[in-house]
């Protein structure tokens, strides 16, 4: 009873703080966030699906911004449009006509509505067909709202295949001589399939900066012939936009969501498990030091000394290279080296004063034990004490981390905040302007660090009174 | 301070030797391999040569010996800066030696951190003074609330500023040490190498100053709370001297200590600072190796890390002394 009450005082007097309600509430959506994570995707999903090669994600855009931005900006991009026959969709038709005994004539019709003021990244037309020796023939049309017709391209669909439109240089130059024809001068720029295909007819598609998408239904219309009696078809048409979910993609079309939601709960266990028991095992050294004392405190506090003086980052970093970690390992061999770092010393200065209170004396003359003292009279009483320094040193480990993934040597399997980073540093996205893809997992960096130091700065000024009226 | 390095080195000497062991049998295993004479040969027999060839090695370099026996030479070496040969990567002049290489590296981290150091030395200092002299106004009061910025690491602030001020306001470079091609007259690029110094000092100014300024100001308004400080005011002395001789002078030693700390966390910070900015110094080098797997250069790195590190201490050791009378050497 009384203890639950002191714990509400304590969480009154905490919450007068403004700083430490934000800061709690900061991290209690984190936690929520790392709670759901563990729960929706668990962790072989997520790292399947962010190791996986590009089929996983291969109707995903390439670096496509987040949905949400298009609610800000003035041109809306486009999302990704998919067109499957397997599937029953509207605007998807599929009629096969029987042609004799053994052919028959297959037409797909998809059609989609184009609304939106930028072209799409890609367009690419996936094809499975089945058939035993002479493959389906297939001629691929296009249609823009305008009900002009376009022959694509004639396609031999053997097994299970891809027309990458946007990288089909014969389209290209076709769409090139076709805007020089109607026009009398060529474009000032490359035509690409995108634009070409998508583009308004008028004088604004000869310079890029004008060239706008015509808005309407669009329709790709495949005629094809079977050529045997169990033959079939089916295509997928994927036109890639320019968003994508609720954090955008990277380079190689993953969805970024995954590798944030997941990178939430690793950050906190590694930055919160590092802090504590860092915290905790150099107390116990401090503590043994300081009651022992004679040749096991000289020994304790040498040891100490030298470890000072390694250098821990190149040290950590050679470890990392030399026998690549994985992060649970890492956090093993961070804690390792620091576990005799300067708290020792500052918990010895204490602990040393401790050592001479009357209670603890009074415990000595009933004959209790060493270990007895150190861990139930000299530990507990400096344990308040420590743990603002403890909360406020959580962000360091989880910043540690990110750094240690930006050199390259975090987690091979694990998606991490700092791996994002890493990535886009490494595909240039500073260059290229793709910064939601650096900004995203920075923001949540920020806002874990924010978080504790908020929380840990409230409580310094709870447990060190001093500090109160400053 | 000697006691120090000794004890260091022969520390790295410790990991070095597994390492050695496992670099000689990664390069006799590519050897084996790669050799023609030796294709013919099955798995198996290739593996016992493989293993003859590295117990060979081992005898040859000695390595078979007691660690005590070896950890002196290694501390020979180290001592004396052999620090043996890259295997990828070179310096600029060509040489594979890793002494030069990292030599040649050097001066641009201690160019760039002393720097930043020093910068953020004076400004916490005078700042802090400053806060504490004038306690409760309002650049005290901006101070403490904004203290709670250093949570986040100084190469974190980089990562943003490259993102403000070279990616989007495209008025600063993004890193380098100095424009490319590098101006051919030296002040064109002494102020070249500023302006690319511009961003990795900002970075660290953000990320440190507000919390070292915090640190001193509480500092010096425990300091400025003693007797002979309000003795000093009594007499009516002019608050310049005041703080000069009655607050400054007294916190220096421990504000010597911190900042030599700090100039130690520096280093350490150092790595990645640079690999943000690409500076090209010792992080950068060390960043390098590391992706390359060049364990000679990652391993000298680490040596001269250890050594800036003792240096840094043994130089401030000595500085403590000027400042404080009373650790003198000779006065008890």
Not at chain 2, 143 to 166: D, K, R
Not at chain 2, 239 to 249: A, D, G, Q, S, V
Request: hydrophobic residues 50%; aromatic residues 12%; proline residues 6%.
């Amino acid at each position: 009873m009384s203890s639950s009450k002191r714990a509400i005082q304590f969480l009154k007097s905490l919450f007068q703080y403004k700083s430490a309600l934000a800061g709690s509430v900061i991290l209690l959506i984190l936690v929520a966030i790392s709670i759901y994570t563990v729960i929706a995707i668990p962790y072989e999903q997520a790292t399947y699906l962010w190791q996986a090669g590009k089929d996983i994600w291969l109707d995903n855009p390439r670096n496509a911004l987040p949905s949400w931005m298009n609610t800000f900006l003035p041109k809306k991009l486009p999302e990704t449009i998919i067109l499957d026959t397997t599937r029953n969709q509207v605007g998807v038709t599929k009629i096969i006509v029987p042609l004799g005994k053994e052919m028959s004539k297959v037409i797909i019709e998809m059609s989609f509505v184009y609304n939106y003021d930028d072209f799409p990244s890609e367009i690419n037309l996936f094809y499975e067909s089945n058939f035993t020796n002479s493959p389906p023939q297939l001629i691929i049309y296009w249609v823009n709202p305008e009900g002009v017709k376009l022959k694509l391209k004639d396609l031999t669909a053997s097994n299970k295949g891809a027309y990458y439109l946007s990288s089909d240089e014969y389209l290209m130059k076709m769409l090139q001589e076709y805007v020089k024809e109607k026009f009398g001068k060529d474009p000032e720029y490359d035509i690409t399939p995108e634009i070409g295909l998508f583009a308004k007819y008028d004088e604004t598609i000869l310079k890029k900066e004008t060239t706008s998408p015509l808005k309407g239904e669009y329709r790709m219309i495949i005629e094809g012939v079977l050529f045997e009696k169990e033959s079939d078809v089916n295509v997928k048409l994927v036109v890639y936009g320019k968003v994508y979910g609720m954090a955008g993609t990277d380079h190689l079309r993953r969805d970024l969501t995954i590798a944030l939601l997941w990178g939430t709960p690793i950050a906190l266990s590694f930055g919160i498990t590092a802090a504590l028991s860092i915290a905790i095992i150099e107390m116990i050294i401090a503590a043994v030091s300081a009651w022992l004392g004679g040749r096991v405190d000289f020994i304790l506090q040498r040891i100490t000394e030298i470890n000072m003086t390694i250098p821990f980052l190149p040290t950590l970093i050679m470890i990392a290279v030399f026998y690549k970690l994985n992060i649970w390992t890492l956090l093993l061999v961070i804690i390792a080296l620091s576990i005799f770092g300067p708290g020792v010393k500052t918990y010895r200065a204490a602990f040393l004063q401790i050592r001479s209170f009357p209670y603890i004396d009074a415990a000595r003359s009933y004959g209790a034990s060493n270990i007895r003292i150190i861990f139930f009279y000299m530990i507990p009483k400096i344990l308040p004490t420590i743990i603002p320094s403890l909360v406020l040193s959580v962000p360091d480990f989880v910043f540690l981390e990110a750094a240690l993934a930006i050199l390259g040597l975090g987690d091979p399997i694990a998606p991490t905040w700092g791996k994002i980073i890493d990535d886009a540093f490494s595909a240039g996205a500073l260059f290229k302007g793709y910064f939601y893809w650096i900004i995203e997992p920075s923001l949540l960096l920020i806002l874990t660090a924010l978080g504790f130091a908020l929380l840990g700065l409230s409580l310094d000024k709870i447990f060190n009174p001093r500090l109160r009226e400053v | 301070m000697a006691v120090y390095i000794a004890i260091l080195i022969a520390n790295m000497g410790g990991y070095v030797d597994e390492i050695i062991k496992g670099e000689i049998r990664f390069q006799i295993g590519v050897k084996v391999n790669q050799d023609p004479a030796y294709k013919l040969l099955p798995p198996a027999k290739k593996a016992e040569l493989i293993e003859e060839l590295y117990q060979l090695e081992i005898k040859r370099l000695g390595l078979d010996t007691p660690f005590i026996l070896r950890s002196h030479q290694y501390l020979l070496k180290a001592l004396t800066l052999d620090l043996g040969r890259a295997i990828y990567l070179t310096s600029d002049t060509g040489s594979k030696l890793v002494k030069n290489i990292i030599v040649e590296r050097l001066p641009a981290t201690i160019l760039l951190f002393t720097t930043i150091n020093v910068i953020l030395f004076l400004i916490s200092l005078m700042l802090g003074l400053y806060a504490s002299r004038r306690y409760g106004s309002k650049l005290d009061k901006l101070i403490v609330t904004l203290s709670p910025l250093s949570s986040i690491p100084g190469w974190f602030y980089g990562i943003i500023l490259v993102l403000i001020f070279a990616a989007s306001l495209r008025i600063l470079p993004y890193g380098g040490l100095v424009d490319v091609p590098p101006p051919e007259d030296p002040l064109q690029y002494a102020a070249s190498v500023l302006k690319h110094m511009i961003l990795p000092i900002l970075s660290w100014l953000i990320a440190y100053t507000f919390i070292q300024t915090y640190v001193r100001r509480t500092f010096f308004l425990m300091f400025s709370q003693e007797d002979y400080v309000e003795m000093a005011e009594a007499k009516g002395l002019p608050p310049r001297i005041i703080e000069r001789r009655y607050i400054l002078k007294p916190t220096m030693p421990p504000i010597i200590t911190d900042f030599s700390l700090t100039l130690i966390s520096s280093w350490m910070g150092a790595i990645i600072t640079e690999r943000v900015f690409n500076w090209p110094g010792l992080g950068t080098l060390l960043y390098r190796a590391a992706m390359m797997l060049d364990s000679p250069v990652i391993i000298g790195s680490v040596v001269i890390y250890a050594y800036l590190l003792v240096i840094t201490v043994f130089v401030l050791d000595l500085v403590y002394a000027i400042v404080d009378p009373r650790v003198r050497y000779g006065v008890t």
